[in-house]
């Protein structure tokens, strides 16, 4: 059976922020669906071959980190909020290792080049300048690496799914799918891009994936620099 996302039995993840923390979701009909989907786009995006080192960027209850594991040598993870010990409790139930820290996306406590593969989901829209997180996470990537950035299309049908769910989207999402590309493209990093739906247009869709693969990674960053 090819990897995918395997949602946690309920109540093996705890949220670390109830109030704002999406990890109930993935247990809700409809909604769950969507919410295991953009996961699942991004195990898609890794799997083919075994990652030496794997970093997930805004890793939230660590509901993901389970299945980055069985792709990877050493998983590891960051995030700003400082519920590292509850996470790695939960972790360890479900015979996971991963070694997490607290730390900001826009300031990566790694060396360059020290990951192969680095994935970051639904964070980046969260940001005001989405480039400089992107930019670190290219600083930390190998030569051949795998970047895999997950985030949602800004059209009024998403806007109405997060009222829906209590949320203004404009306030918790300031970056839209175009600003995040647009972030990716100064950088000069290659990028595919896939819509989910695929057979919807981009700016009509629910989620977008943009990976980012090889020597393209590091040259931009180099030119970056």
């Known amino acids: 059976m090819p990897p995918t996302f395997r949602l946690p039995g309920r109540g093996a993840i705890t949220p670390v922020d109830p109030a ?3 990890t109930r979701y993935y247990y809700w009909p409809v909604v769950g669906w969507f919410y295991r989907k953009r996961l699942c786009m991004i195990v898609d995006r890794l799997a083919g071959r075994r990652h030496r080192r794997l970093l997930e960027v805004a890793y939230g209850s660590g509901i993901f980190l389970p299945s980055l594991a069985p792709l990877c040598d050493a998983l590891h993870g960051i995030d700003r909020h400082r519920h590292g010990v509850k996470v790695r409790h939960a972790l ?24 192969d593969a680095v994935v970051s989901v639904s964070m980046l829209e969260h940001l005001t300048d989405p480039g400089l997180a992107v930019a670190e996470m290219a600083r930390v990537l190998t030569p051949g690496g795998t970047l895999a950035l997950g985030f949602p299309c800004r059209n009024p049908w998403m806007d109405a799914f997060f009222r829906l769910l209590g949320f203004n989207p404009r306030e918790i999402h300031p970056s839209s799918h175009r600003d995040i590309l647009d972030a990716v493209d100064r950088l000069g990093l290659a990028a595919d891009v896939e819509a989910f739906p695929r057979w919807l247009p981009l700016d009509f869709a629910l989620y977008c994936v943009c990976t980012i693969h090889g020597p393209e990674t590091r040259a931009a960053q180099a030119s970056h620099g």
Request: aromatic residues 8%; negative net charge.
């Open 92 to 115: 360890r139930q479900l015979d996971v290792r991963a070694q997490i820290l607290p730390a900001d996306a826009l300031a990566l406590p790694y060396r360059d080049a020290a990951f």
């Open 20 to 22: 704002s923390e999406p």
